[in-house]
């Protein structure tokens, strides 16, 4: 039986993971920078696959995966993703972006609003009337880490974690703990806005997913579901609807 490739590029790295009917195989990470077309075709023999769907934000690693399949599927706002799109400049949103909408609609309804934990944390938000209206962008929070051992002669980096304590008796859980319940707090302020401006008078399904959703969401009271596979799963339902 033939399967769905599901390919998700990120800044940092790429999850491919094989689908048939719903269900999705284990998901594997390569990194982004050195992702080239031998080594995909090594890992899923082309005769396996029946189609292959392609989120990208990197567009320069996207021939890669054209040379390494025949029939690929680069989502876009051009598509069925059964979320209507009210947004200036659709062919701007981000691929991955929309693949969150196409989930959050189908597994969670509408009106919601995706979290996606990655190098940069996106807001993405899907009106009442199941249309992708825009969201946030703010740094991720390895990028914010990374940025003060980057900028500072001191300061470490850190291997990113539950603080123990608020107040840090060292350097490492100082930055911890600003990380952590700073982040926190950047995600709490900006869900605040989101509702109060987009939902007056409804409740939104609040969803958080990518790579640093457990750590940052798994305490934080404001989630009604953590999905670490959300873009995957939207992945595979846009293809459901387009192939």
Known sequence: MK????IDISN???KLCLAAGN???RIKRLPTPSLDAAQI???YPSKQIEAVVLSS???SKNPVIHAAFDRVLEVG??????VGIDYPSPRTIGADRLANAAACAALHGFPGVVVDFGTAVTFDVISRAGDYIGGVIAPG???MTGYLHDRTALLPNITLREPTTAVGRSTRDAML????????GLVKEILAQIRSEAFPKARPRIIATGGDAQLIAGQVGLFDVVDPLLTLRGLLFIAQRNL
């Open 141 to 143: 929070l390895n990028a």
């Open 77 to 82: 706002a051009h598509l069925d993703l059964g």
């Open 177 to 184: 703990s600003g990380a952590v319940h700073g982040y926190r």
């Open 3 to 6: 399967k769905i490739l599901l």
């Open 23 to 25: 269900s999705l195989s």
């Open 57 to 59: 934000v990197v567009p």
């Open 41 to 43: 075709r090594a890992l």
């Open 12 to 14: 940092s790295f790429t």
